[in-house]
């Protein structure tokens, strides 16, 4: 436990500067490229002081210079650095609003490149999801947790519609995303860090190009929750 204390110590003493050096990156690069290159690098000083590693597969279902959609299940705090490690695009990350409270790495997230999405006003949530298909339309990708929290149990929730109204909105293909071993690091609720190897499967990508209507919306939804579930390992 001490051993971790620590290391979660010099995780936040690095986060301070990276998130000044990252709000000072907003108004001098508006594509938003430095801001995720430097969450790359946080992100992989966090895996690597943990000792995990991060093993992906099905990037070769990617086509270079084109954006998506990236839907994944969600089972630790984890699989954020590993999802901005694992997948090579330049995406946007979409979070809920309260992890902007946190002094100066929130205030990153408020005021730089991703989205936060307000859970508890509809409206607001709505606009968010605006904000991150017009983003998507001047050519950035967007990651988004479509059970919109993280599982209690090790176990696939049911999905959310908002990241596919977002696809359909955008006309952008969905990339299914199943991470895998991020359950038994860091259950929510817990601040001890048990590391392992992550494996992250990415699936074909799905059109939304053609869908149309909430029925429609449903029927997507099922498609790739079905895709997640198909390489998801259920943990407890």
């Not at 309260?98 to 709505?126: N, Q, S």
């Not at 990241?163 to 038994?184: D, E, H, K, Q, Y």
Request: glycine share 6%; hydrophobic share 45%.
């Amino acid at each position: 436990m001490l051993v971790t204390l620590f290391k979660g110590l010099l995780i936040v003493l690095l986060a301070i500067p990276l998130s000044i050096l990252a709000l000072l990156s907003v108004p001098v690069d508006k594509s938003g490229k430095s801001f995720h290159l430097i969450a790359r690098t946080w992100s992989r000083f966090i895996l690597w002081i943990f000792g995990i590693k991060v093993k992906v597969r099905g990037l070769e279902h990617l086509e270079p210079k084109r954006h998506y959609v990236y839907v994944s299940n969600h089972a630790s705090m984890f699989d954020i650095p590993a999802l901005i490690i694992g997948i090579p695009d330049d995406v946007r990350l979409v979070l809920k609003k309260e992890l902007t409270k946190v002094p100066i790495w929130g205030w990153a997230l408020r005021y730089g490149h991703y989205i936060t999405i307000d859970r508890g006003k509809a409206r607001a949530a709505m606009k968010s999801l605006e904000r991150a298909a017009e983003r998507m339309r001047t050519g950035a990708s967007v990651i988004l947790f479509a059970e919109g929290t993280r599982t209690r149990d090790g176990k696939l929730q049911d999905f959310k519609r908002g990241a596919f109204s977002l696809a359909v909105r955008s006309g952008v293909p969905i990339v299914p995303v199943a991470i895998n071993n991020t359950f038994g690091i860091l259950p929510k609720g817990s601040i001890h860090v048990r590391p392992a190897d992550i494996e992250m499967v990415l699936e074909k990508p799905i059109p939304t190009s053609n869908v149309e209507g909430r029925e429609a919306e449903a029927r997507l939804l099922t498609e790739v929750r079905a895709a997640i579930k198909k390489h998801y390992v259920e943990q407890s």
